[in-house]
């Protein structure tokens, strides 16, 4: 009953898979696709928006603050209603009788003012408007980067497809080898060479080969799916790779980590925006120099302004003390500037230890593709001699399925291995990448 329901649901997933559209798709496709449409790169670029943004509000250090507003009121109060009527150069000698002075009617007064604030001298000002450049060039590294770490793993997954279609392929093989065997068996068994105990190690055998297939296939949906999502598609496709998985080649012996490297850069950046944000904190100690200016209208009339008049000044203020306000905001600023200095440090060494740790992992991988592939013509051999043996009947049945299986075995640690291999070389170019 088991072996039933095992062989209809292998049915059943085979036939899924198999009802589903396969797309061929190039790697060039699936990196222009990713450029367009991934979900990472545009987050990446709306946070550089974002930082472009901030800096464009530090424009203020340079640019005047405009307002216009136009204030109507109605007033018994002494002191403004004569102040409303000496704007309005409305005043005459009677304004000036103490009883109207100290009770007046009801004076109404419109005025429209526009007023300019034009900053002369803001230091701190300045070194915030620096360290907000400083931001948004260390952004835009990161969309660059982003980018980068977008393209390798694109590669990764059109690797990882490609080594699931050599799978399926390698398998498809060997179950049709499998049930050769099968018959050749069956014919055995039934001229009395072999005991019903064989038959059913090689059923088991085929068992296992089907099984190891439909896994296959699964990681070819699987491989499909990462590709979709890192192209942002959302149609149900299975993708197959139009160049097959080969060993690629790489020179090492000039490889090293680059200061110019985005990611690196950009750090550089930020550490240059944390010294610029700890000099402005200093430079909040300094006094501030400022231009105003305003040209005001009176009227009694709503949007009328018979009387006029402007004022223009200068201001030099100083804030001399905040309490330890602005001490306490240097220091944590100097705190943040020498905690970056060792995480740039700190980053830097981490990426030349991966570097070292990645040419060694290459060089065990070039070494253990020689070994898999001698490893995958000696299984064959070894298979071939079994399976002749097995006909003449000088072989087991056990003999010959431990030779398949370890033939099937090999060929599939070989495919794995140059996957590996090249996944590596992949990562290295990644890794020294300016």
Do not use: C
């Amino acid at each position: 009953m088991k072996n039933i329901l095992f062989i209809l649901s292998l049915f059943l997933g085979t036939l899924f898979l198999q009802s589903q559209e396969i797309k061929p798709i190039s790697k060039i496709d699936v990196l222009t696709k990713v450029k367009e449409n991934n979900v990472s790169i545009k987050i990446s670029k709306e946070e550089f928006n974002a930082a472009k943004a901030d800096y464009r509000l530090t424009n203020a250090v340079f640019l005047p603050n405009i307002t216009a507003s136009h204030t109507g009121i109605s007033t018994t109060n002494p002191l403004m209603a004569f102040g409303s009527k000496l704007n309005q150069e409305i005043l005459t000698q009677n304004d000036f009788n103490p009883t109207l002075l100290n009770d007046p009617t009801t004076t109404r007064n419109f005025a429209t003012k526009i007023e300019v604030q034009q900053p002369l001298i803001n230091l701190d000002g300045f070194y915030q408007r620096k360290a907000a450049k400083s931001k948004m060039e260390a952004m835009s590294l990161k969309t660059k980067r982003t980018q980068d770490y977008l393209v390798f793993e694109v590669e990764k997954a059109y690797m990882q497809l490609q080594l699931a279609y050599k799978a399926v392929e390698v398998l498809e093989k060997a179950l049709e080898t499998a049930n050769a065997n099968q018959e050749m068996a069956n014919n055995s068994f039934k001229q009395g060479y072999l005991q019903r105990a064989d038959i059913l190690n090689i059923e088991v055998r085929v068992t296992e080969v089907k099984n190891q297939l439909f896994a296959a296939k699964s990681n070819v949906q699987n491989a499909s799916n990462y590709l979709s999502f890192l192209m942002n598609d959302k149609e149900f496709v299975v993708y197959k790779p139009s160049e097959k998985l080969t060993i690629s080649t790489l020179n090492i012996d000039d490889k090293s980590i680059s200061e110019n490297r985005s990611d690196i850069k950009a750090m550089e950046l930020a550490l240059k925006g944390f010294e610029q944000m700890n000099k402005a904190d200093k430079m909040a100690f300094l006094p501030r120099l400022n231009a105003f200016g305003s040209y005001e209208m009176y009227d009694d009339e709503v949007f009328s302004g018979d009387a006029n008049g402007y004022i223009i000044g200068a201001q030099l203020s100083w804030d001399i003390f905040q309490g330890s306000k602005r001490f306490g905001k240097a220091q944590k600023s100097k705190a943040e500037l020498e905690k970056s200095k060792l995480e740039y440090n700190q980053y830097i060494s981490k990426s030349n230890l991966e570097l070292n740790k990645v040419k060694r992992q290459l060089i065990d991988a070039k070494n253990k593709l020689e070994l898999t592939s001698l490893a995958v013509e000696q299984s064959k051999e070894s298979l071939r001699i079994r399976k002749n043996r097995f006909k003449e009947g000088l072989e087991k049945i056990s003999d010959l399925l431990q030779a398949e299986t370890l033939f099937l075995q090999k060929q599939l640690e070989y495919n794995q291995t140059i996957f590996e291999y090249n996944f590596t070389q992949t990562y290295l170019e990644f890794l020294t990448k300016e």
